[in-house]
Each structure stands twice: as structure tokens, then as C-alpha cells.
């Protein structure tokens, strides 16, 4: 299979993507050299994933049905603002550690958003900087500076010293706060979820009765059937 | 039925009415015959929403009812402030789109709720910037400045670099807030749902024992009847 | 029964007693003999809310019970920061309204909850105004703005454009807070339990077959019964 | 037991280290004299934590498991920032006053989250002070503007008429912008369950129904045991 075989190559390549994408704007006196490097394997990287993408596409049975549940990727690929959301192929990664982990249903969800959150965090404070750094009065200049807006807006705590001004810097906030009300909608059921289920753990007792009575109604049915046959053996 | 026949044309009307509210205030320098063809658009569109309202009550059976459960309707008429909440009839356009591409009800709320949520972050952001444009000191001037406002304030960021001075500025911004804690319930609960689900299907395997032990039940049982009739045929 | 007759004389004690409480905040210019009379009526409505709350002690069979179960009824008396508090007594009679509009548990608590909101958010303003108009550099000078930051907090917004700087005010914008999480939650929880069983309904069929299947089993014994009565009959 | 016989001594210790790393902070005049003891008492916990964390260490019989589930309590001797939340001791203890009221699995979340989130707060007030106050820029210069920064945050307000700007005061603070998402989820989800709870109560009758129908069942069967019975006799 084209997928198992690739994840973990594409995986690689995803991280050197982030290290080409993070280093020129962590560094804004990096030379012109270093920075042809970096785009050069920026556009590497980004060949690579269209190429998966394509190679994907081909081989999978229902055409519609890929273009359909894949909409993400496509976009992934064909927007640069969407660039640094290539990265959540590491996301994706967690998914491989997981599989041998072993871990129930929301230990899963709890490990995959934790990873996810982090990685936006990351990548939002680059794409902001990046955004920002040539506007005068932007009052996002270094790289943590940019963390720290980005850790307030996914919290939606906003306490508004730092906000981007340019368009693109806006754009990235939107989706940190889309982010944020999916983190704190994550958290939030994967607690309800697990307090529901203790809760309904004690009362179970009452259900284990039914149970029970249901197990006693068959031996009943069982001894009733023995004195039948006998009853009858008997009339022989 | 008028509520199925007009569906269709009403939301014509609606995205009609959206034209004729949106454009003046996204073009302030619009001509005053431009102005006067959009304010009588809104009219008509007025005329209109207040024409079927009509109808409805008069062709519903038990009116006080009707007049209970449809307040909102009555209230985005009747208040000039509410105008652009009339546009809510193209999130119940959702429901047509909806009714044949059979979603399942989680997908169903979901899609109501980000198809209501965009549409109300772009009326609000329309309203506001209607409201305090024509005030000195007002930070929110222009349509981008209003629409980043209005998503920081619907996620609940808050960062105040915008906010509003004016006190229709104000009421939209506490309309805004409200939809925002209404977001965030529809986000977790729609989470929380699907969570609580799958984990109760992993424990279903316990159940499904039960339902097979009366299965059994119900198998020994007609068992224990063909021997009776049987004891039954051979007395005679 | 005290408590019973009492409900509605106290009710109305309250209202005046927002009255009183409330005149002399939004009309800084009221001369000293309204002054006096609204500082009288405020005293009044006090004593009934202490004799109620003493004549309650004294007819309760468990007066340790009593106190434990009634610290906020105390503590509203005897604080006097507290005294907005009193006005929770308006939201107890939602209880009554209610009783007769004979709601489902989940339209109650969205009644309470609004009711309640509505009154912490209008008490809160006031309150905050109170405390905040003798110092000279706060933000919160006149009743629109303190209403304003009221409702930017217990949403969870915070702007930043108003706070207050007291301590009082902020003891204020800290009950504010934990009301607005308590408000959060509520919303999330009821809509979240709605889905829940919207989603058990649709699964609710699975059930009806076993329930189908019970009473198919009765069916079979009460049948197995008769042709066992028949049998005897016909032995005799 | 080592752990059972420390339970109190350490309380005792981590009140003790609460003190003395509270009291430099809250009285910066204090002489030189007292913050050398304050220092020492902090240094004398810190060697009883450790040695405590070493004993429970040698003592467990599987020390990879023990490892692995107590690593918070490694980096909270190890981190010199993580220096407060060696406090959460103090939240341990709720535990033990909780074992002799009995209270309920939801009653019980409660206590534990309200006393987390009162002494984060009241650490983290401290923590950023100390960390802010050398900065002559900072906003945070007295505990109770570092209280209220604190309860700003954790409750996701963020007004943002106080933040740190310390890189120690962000840390800081993005603990309690976690710590706040958590809370949220906590008050949510444990409201959430209750009504889960409650509207099950109501809908509960159908499933008496059915347990009564197994009884019915039951009856029926001993009933026919004995006709059969009778039966028999008659036949001898």
C-alpha cells in the first residue's frame, strides 16, 4: 500500500519542511544563501506532498468520494496561506506512536489534541511573524512575542497587548480561535464523557439485578423442563 | 401550502434584502439614487416578510399558539434594529439543501450552526459598522476593521483594539457575545455527544449478551411448548 | 406554612428594595431627602429578610440542617457587599410563575438560568457604579457603561476598554466571572444533554425490540398456561 | 504505610513552605535576616519532598510504573519554577477531609477543582509577582493587582489592563490560561452530567416498567411450576 509505505518517509519530510519554514523567519539575519536553501526545500516538500496527493487520488477505487473526504489536503496544498498546515502530517504521526500505545478512545482524542494544539501554537506564532514582521506598527516583532499571542488567542483569553494588523496576520488569528473553541469543546466532553460514565458505573448495580433475575428465570425454565420430561417419562 | 410555494421565492427576497442592506454601507461614497433604489428594496423586502407572516397566522389553526411560537418572526418586523437578523431565512434555507442530502442529526446541527454562525458574523460586522461610523471617535470604520471585530468578539477573544462606543454598537456587540456562548455550548455538546456514543458502543458488548440471553430465554421456552403439545398429542 | 404565605409579600419587599437600591445610583443628582428615604426603605426590606430568615430557623425541626443548607441566605444578610444578592429572591419566584406554566426540567433550568443572568448582570452594574464613581480615574463613570462591562464579563469577552480598579469593584467583577463560567456551563450542558437524547432516541428502536420481545415471552407462558389448564381439565 | 503515616506531616511541610515562600514576596521590606529563614525552611521542605518522593520510590515493587505515574511530582522537586505547585499538596489533602464527609463522585470533582483552582490562583498571584516586580515596564506590581490578574486570566476575561512581560510571568500565565480551560471544562461537564442524570430519572419509569414485566414473568413461572406440580401429585 502507497500509504503505509509513505508515512513515514513523508513524515521526514514534513519535518525538514517545518525546519525550512521556521528558520528564515526565526532568523531574520540569515543570508541570502540560507535562505535559497530553505525555499528550495520548501518547494521540495511541497512537490512531494502533491505528489502523494495525486498518486493517492489514482489509486483510490471511488474517485468523488476521495476528492470529497479530502477536501483539506487539496486545499493544504493549492493555498500558501494554508502552508504551515502541511505540518499537521505530525499530527497525523501521532496516530503511528499511538496504534503500538494501546491507549482506550479518549486517552486517543486527548493525546491527538494535545499534539495538534501544540503544533497550531507553533506554527500560528511563525505565520504571524512572517505576516507581521515587515508592517511598521505591528506590535508582533519577535518570536515570543508571537507565542505568547498566540497561546492568549487559542485560550480566548485576548488580553489584546499583542494582535495582529495585517490581513493575513488576521486570518491566522481566526483560525486560532476557531482552534481554541474546538480545544476547549474537546476538553470539555472528554471530561463530560468520562464523568458520565462513572457516575452511570455506580448505578450499574441496579441494571447487574435485572441481569440477575434474567439468569434466575432461566434456571427456573431449566428445572421446569427436567420435571416436564420426567413427569412424561413417567406416563410411559 | 404557502410555507412550501414560498420558500424559495422568500429567499430571494432575503439575499435580495442582504444586497440593498450590505451596499450602502460598503460603499459610502454610493450616489443618492443608489441609496434611494437600496432603501426601497428593503421596503419591498419588508413588505414582503410582513405579507407572509400574515398569511402564516391567518392560515394556522390554532393561532395563539402560532403567535407564541413564532415571536421572533413578529419581533425582526416589527424592530427596525432587528433588520438584518431577517436574514436568518437563508440559514433555514440550510434545512432545504439539508432534507436531501439526508445528514445525520449531529451533521444537521453542525451545518445549521457554522451556516448561522458565518451569516451572523457578517451582519453583525454590516450593523456595527452602520452604527458607528458616523461617530468621531469610533475605532471600528472600515468593513474589514468591523468583520475582524465581530470574530473576536463571537469567539469570545476580546482583545478591545475594536470595539463599539456607539449604543446600537452595543447591543449588536451583546447580540454577538451571546451567539458566541451559544457557539461554544453547540461545539462542546456536539463533541460531547458523538464521545459519549462511542464510548457506550464500545461497552454495548455487555448488553448485547443480555439480548442474547433472552434470545435463549425465548428459544427454551417454545422448546418446552412443543414438548407439552407432544405430552399432550400422545394422553390423547 | 411561613414560607409559603410569605413568598409573595417578600417578593414585593424585593422589588422595592431594588427601587431603593437602585435610585440613588442612577440619579447621582438626587437631593438628600430621597436619599434618606431610599437608605429607610433599604433598611426595612433588610429587617423582613432577617425576621423571615429567623422565623424560618425557629420553625425548622432540624436547625443544624437549616444553617448548613441556608450560608447564602445568611451571608446575603449579614454582608453588607452582599446586598445585591437579596435580589435572588426575584429569581426564586421564577419558581412560582413556573410552577404553573408546567415546563420539562430542561426549560427550567434555560428559565432560572436567563432570569437569574439577567438580574446578576443589572445588579452587578449597579453595584460596580456604586463603587467605582468616587475614584477619579476609573473607567466606569455613568449606568450604559457599567452595563456594558457587565455583560463583556460575564460573557467572557473582557475588552479591556472598561474595569473597574476598586477593590470592591473587583470583588464585583470576580462574582461576575465565576457567574459567566456557571453561565457557560449551563448553556453547554443543556444544549449537550439535548443532543444526547435526541441521539439515544434515534437509537431507541434496538430497545423497543427487547422490550417487543418481553412481551412476546409473557405472551408465550399465559398461551403455555392455558393449554396446561386444558390438559388438567381434561385428565379430570 | 510511608505514605499513610506522611500524609499529615508533609500537609504540615507544604503549609510551612506555603509561608515562607509567600512572605519575601507579599512584604518586600522584610530584612535580610528573615528572608535568609524563609529561605531556609524552603530549602528544608524542599529536602523532605525529595526525600519522601526517594522513599516512595525505593519502596514501590514496580518502580518503572511509579516512575511513570509520578513524573509531575519529579519535575515539581527537579524545576525550581514549579516551586508552588508543590502546594498542590494542600489539594491532596481535600482528599482526606473528603473521606469522612462521603460525599458523592460529582460533589467530590467539585471540592477538588474549587480548591485547585482558589490555590492556583493564589500561587500563581504569587509567582508572577515575583517574577514581575524587578521589571520596571511591569503592570503587576502589588499582590492584589496580581490577584486580579490572575482570576482575569484563569476565567479567560483577559482585559488586558495587566499581563506580564517577563518570559517567567508568560510561563506563568499560560499555566493558568490551561488551568482555566480545564476549570471551564470541570463546571461544564460536571453540570452536564447531572442533567444527563436527572432527565434519564424522568424517562426511567419505561425501564421500571420493563423490570416489572420480568417480575410478572417470574410469578407466572413459580405459578405453573406449582400447577404442574399439582399435576403430578394428582397422577401418583
Known amino acids: 500500500m502507497w500509504e503505509k509505505r509513505m508515512e513515514w518517509p513523508l513524515t521526514g519530510v514534513a519535518v525538514l519542511f517545518l525546519g525550512a519554514y521556521a528558520w528564515p523567519i526565526l532568523q531574520p539575519s540569515l543570508g541570502s544563501t540560507g535562505r535559497v536553501w530553505c525555499e528550495v526545500v520548501t518547494w521540495l516538500a511541497w512537490g512531494l506532498f ?56 479518549r486517552g486517543r482524542v486527548v493525546v491527538y489534541f494535545v499534539g495538534a494544539t501544540v503544533l497550531i501554537v507553533f ?5 504571524v511573524l512572517e505576516a507581521e514582521r515587515p508592517i511598521e506598527e505591528a506590535g508582533i516583532r519577535n518570536f515570543p512575542d508571537a507565542l505568547w499571542w498566540a497561546v492568549t488567542t487559542i485560550t480566548t483569553v485576548g488580553y ?35 464523568l458520565v460514565r462513572r457516575v452511570e458505573e455506580v448505578e450499574a448495580t441496579s441494571q447487574t439485578v435485572t441481569r440477575a433475575q434474567i439468569a434466575e ?12 420430561a420426567a413427569s412424561e417419562r413417567k406416563d410411559l
Not at 502541511?86 to 491507549?103: E, F, K, S
Not at 506554527?123 to 505565520?127: D, F, K, P, T, Y
Not at 486560532?176 to 463530560?192: D, E, P, R
Open 50 to 105: 502533491a505528489l502523494d496527493y495525486v498518486v493517492r487520488l489514482v489509486q483510490s477505487p471511488d474517485k468523488p468520494r476521495f476528492l470529497r473526504r479530502h477536501v483539506l489536503d487539496l486545499l493544504v496544498i493549492v493555498l500558501p496561506l494554508l502552508r504551515p498546515l502541511r505540518l499537521l502530517r505530525l499530527v497525523a504521526m501521532l496516530n503511528v506512536l499511538n496504534r503500538t500505545a494501546a491507549l482506550a478512545l
Open 123 to 127: 506554527c500560528a506564532a511563525l505565520a
Open 160 to 194: 489584546g497587548d499583542r494582535y495582529p494588523v495585517s490581513g493575513t496576520g488576521r486570518l491566522i488569528a481566526v483560525g486560532l480561535m476557531v482552534a481554541g473553541i474546538a480545544l476547549l469543546g474537546v476538553v470539555t466532553a472528554t471530561f463530560a464523557s468520562w
Open 217 to 228: 428465570l432461566s434456571r427456573e425454565i431449566a428445572e421446569l423442563r427436567a420435571a416436564l
